[in-house]
DNA sequence: AGCACGCCGACT
DNA sequence: GTCGGCGTGCTC
């Protein structure tokens, strides 16, 4: 029998080996097995079974062992390591990797034990010089001489009544050998403790929850592949649902994945989740998986759903990569949130690496949102998911305080540029004086500036990145600080024609000065990449603000890092609409969200955190607040997309880069890059900015990068990867970086 | 990743 | 003459 096999010794190349009798019936695609590779030994994952096209049989080695008697890689993972690796281009050792948890890589479970046995022999002279001066290591030494092989370090010490200090002195002079051997690690004793049974009431569906799980029902009975996008406001129960789900799922002898974003899981989440999956289905461990549990923990919880112990994994991310068997249904629970990338290389999506897998499975996905992200929702319009909503929320709970203000009004009221609405103004003197705090958020950093139209609200935006052209003033020109686009100031509206062009001064630089000016005696603090250059600066002022020395902090994304700030009552969104126009506004609305939670936690009595909402176009009518808790009392306020929110359409930004140590080398995958351009990809691919990049110096090698949009990535990188091999590139030269969704108005 | 092989400058 | 720098290529 003839395997070829996946080395994990980093590189990627397919190697065959002989497999020896005694393992053949166990050997299997999927195994993790021992190999010889050069003069050491490594681990690799079994890929095909049959000899190779390329290589002299008899040249062949054997592979030396068997770690574990059951696939360490299920076929289906196998195969969707091989489509990670085409997607994200990827070499796929380094996906086989981190779908194993480390403690597996190093064949842990092989329990290793020390040997000893006879080494150079001691003459006569020497032996009874030993005898005399050392006895105990003679004793131990004359009991190696009988044995004939090999026998066990610590079970001879210990019956010998020998110190170890003697052993090692005999293996220091060279009298004994030592080695080491592995050792099948006894199955695990079935010891996962009763968690408390939190009293796990199967909660009533009210009308709506029905006929979503009913549609479910559906889905699943199907037994093929489908995806379903529940969209869902919070606070409509959609755990309830999932659980529901997954009941079906499991009730049919599947297994189930349930991906939450790694901040949602906390304990109280995961032992209310546990409770009631396991009062689902009694007979089945429910296996917890996150990037925090010791490095037993997740090889117990990976043994037990490799062998089929448990088949319901509940985790973060990586997660989507245990071997769950049978699988019938996968759970993607936030399906919008940015902690599904991973952001190192292999780099991933947890949502989207969850639909493949589904499909590899014949199983079903459902994806559920409260706002779903671009790519699901445009996947959902276009029939290819199917579409749940759930608009009711199960107990309505009281608004926050939420104050929108138009900001257009504001201008021609006050007549000239305006930061600061008189409401924001107001509201800090007002906490000011009470000695409570303020905090205003402004994704933008600088002094710069945006055009915006005064009269229809329009903004210039880039016309590859969507992102709103930034002023700069040296040369009177708009650019793009994504791609460098550039064009000339106009003078009226691109739009509308009126002359009525605002520049706004929007970074957090002038928010602060504006503060200054209404505030002059208050203590006032920015957070930005600017401010927070050196290393501690950052701590250090959340915790004077914390302790009350600071009564305003101005700041972009980075504030949302240190969020318990009990004494702020009031919080501003200096600009709503200029975040939302940012290619990441999801990220930008996470932090909305979490700035709302802030001022909804600090209420003083029967006066509400407030917050106000600063906007210029009528598209923020859009975006409404809402208070409410979800099950595990994860959100207490959130702002969210209002339901008919128009969500616009997408591509998708790569980002990749070239790299290798030779220059010269470099330059030419460049030009030949730039070819491929230009002949294959002339409609799917538009690439922006200067493509590719100059060739620049990162620490000891050289890469240059490209960005492009794309309506299809995995059109586009396979054809990237066909022609990588037609050009003999090496494997590892192109990296993806990042595969985003863009909203394009 | 390791490791060998091979090609050039430095030097016990 | 050899030692050793790393650039290149291979590992079944």
Redesign the pocket.
């Known amino acids: 029998m003839i395997v070829g096999v996946h080395p994990i010794?980093?590189?990627d190349?397919l190697?065959?080996?002989k497999v020896p009798a005694r393992l053949e019936d166990a050997v299997a695609v999927g195994s993790l097995v021992r190999i010889?590779?050069?003069?050491?030994f490594t681990l690799g994952i079994v890929g095909v079974v049959g000899a190779?096209s390329?290589?002299p049989i008899d040249?062949?080695?054997n592979l030396t062992d068997l770690v574990y008697d059951f696939p360490a890689l299920p076929a289906d993972l196998l195969e969707l390591a091989k489509w990670m690796a085409v997607y994200y281009a990827a070499p796929l050792d380094g996906i086989i990797e981190t779908m194993l948890p480390g403690a597996v890589r190093r064949a842990a479970g092989l329990k290793q034990e020390k040997l000893i046995a006879l080494g150079t022999a001691l003459d006569d002279e020497a032996l009874a010089k030993l005898e005399k001066r050392a006895p105990q290591q003679a004793k131990l030494y004359r009991f190696i001489t009988q044995q004939f092989k090999p026998v066990a370090k610590n079970l001879v010490l210990k019956r010998l009544g020998v110190g170890a200090g003697s052993a090692n002195a005999l293996i220091k002079q060279g009298a004994l050998r030592e080695m080491s051997q592995q050792v099948k690690r006894v199955a695990y004793a079935d010891d996962f403790s009763e968690g408390e049974l939190v009293a796990a009431l199967p909660h009533l569906l009210n009308a709506e929850q029905q006929a979503a799980f009913d549609a479910l029902k559906v889905e699943i009975a199907k037994d093929e592949f489908g995806v379903t996008l529940l969209q869902g406001v919070t606070g409509s129960g959609k755990t309830e649902v999932y659980l529901r789900a997954i009941h079906e799922a499991l009730a049919d002898g599947g297994g189930v994945v349930f991906l939450v974003p790694e901040v949602a899981l906390t304990p109280q989440t995961v032992a209310r989740l546990r409770s009631r999956l396991e009062s689902i289905a009694p007979d089945h461990a429910c296996v917890v998986w996150h990037s925090h549990l010791s490095e037993g923990e997740r090889v117990d919880g990976w043994h037990e759903l490799a062998t089929g112990q448990a088949r319901i994994v509940v985790g973060a991310r990586s997660a989507i990569f245990a071997p769950v068997q049978n699988l019938r249904l996968i759970v993607v629970d936030e399906e919008h949130e940015p902690a599904y990338k991973q952001d190192e290389t292999p780099r991933y999506h947890g949502r989207d690496v969850a639909v493949m897998r589904a499909k590899l499975n014949g199983a079903h996905c459902l994806l559920g949102s409260a706002t779903p992200s671009l790519e699901s929702y445009a996947n959902a319009q276009a029939g290819r998911y199917k579409h749940l909503h759930m608009k009711q929320r199960i107990d309505d709970r009281e608004l926050p305080f939420i104050d929108v203000v138009d900001m257009r009004i504001e201008i021609m009221r006050s007549r000239g540029l305006t930061t600061l609405s008189q409401k924001l103004v107001h509201g800090m003197q007002d906490r000011f004086e009470k000695k409570e705090q303020t905090i205003l958020f402004l994704n933008r950093r600088g002094y710069s500036s945006s055009m915006m139209c005064r009269s229809c609200g329009h903004v210039e935006e880039c016309p590859h990145c969507s992102i709103s052209m930034t002023y700069h003033r040296t040369d009177e020109s708009l650019r793009c600080h994504m791609c460098g686009h550039e064009r000339g100031a106009p003078v009226r509206c691109p739009k509308c024609e009126a002359p009525d062009i605002r520049w706004r001064g929007t970074g957090t630089q002038r928010v602060e000065e504006a503060v200054t000016r209404v505030l002059p005696r208050a203590r006032i603090e920015r957070m930005d990449t600017d401010t927070m250059s050196k290393k501690n600066r950052f701590r250090q002022v959340l915790s004077e603000f914390r302790a009350g020395k600071i009564d305003v902090l101005v700041g972009t994304q980075m504030i949302a890092k240190g969020l318990d700030f009990p004494n702020v009552t009031l919080v501003g969104l200096v600009d709503a609409d200029m975040s939302m126009h940012m290619p990441d506004f999801r990220a930008t609305e996470r932090t909305f969200q979490l700035l709302v939670q802030v001022a909804g936690r600090s209420g003083r009595g029967d006066r509400a955190g407030v917050v106000i909402v600063q906007t210029f176009t009528p598209q923020a009518d859009a975006i409404q607040f809402s208070r409410h808790a979800d099950f595990d009392g994860f959100a207490e306020g959130e702002l969210k997309i209002r339901k008919d929110f128009q969500y616009p359409p997408y591509r998708h930004l790569i980002h990749h880069s070239f790299r290798g140590?030779?220059p010269e080398k470099l330059l030419f995958f460049a030009e030949q890059w730039a070819r491929l351009v230009e002949k294959e990809f002339p409609d799917q691919l538009e690439v922006r900015g200067p493509a590719p990049s100059p060739i620049e110096k990162v620490k000891d090698h050289y890469r240059f990068q490209v960005w492009y949009f794309t309506h299809g990535v995995s059109r586009v990188i396979g054809k990237l990867n066909q022609k990588r091999r037609e050009f003999a590139w090496p494997d590892d030269v192109i990296q993806v970086m990042d595969v985003d969704p863009v909203n394009l108005g």
């Open positions: 010794a980093g590189f190349k190697l065959h080996y010889p590779i050069g003069r050491r190779p390329d290589f040249r062949l080695k140590p030779n």
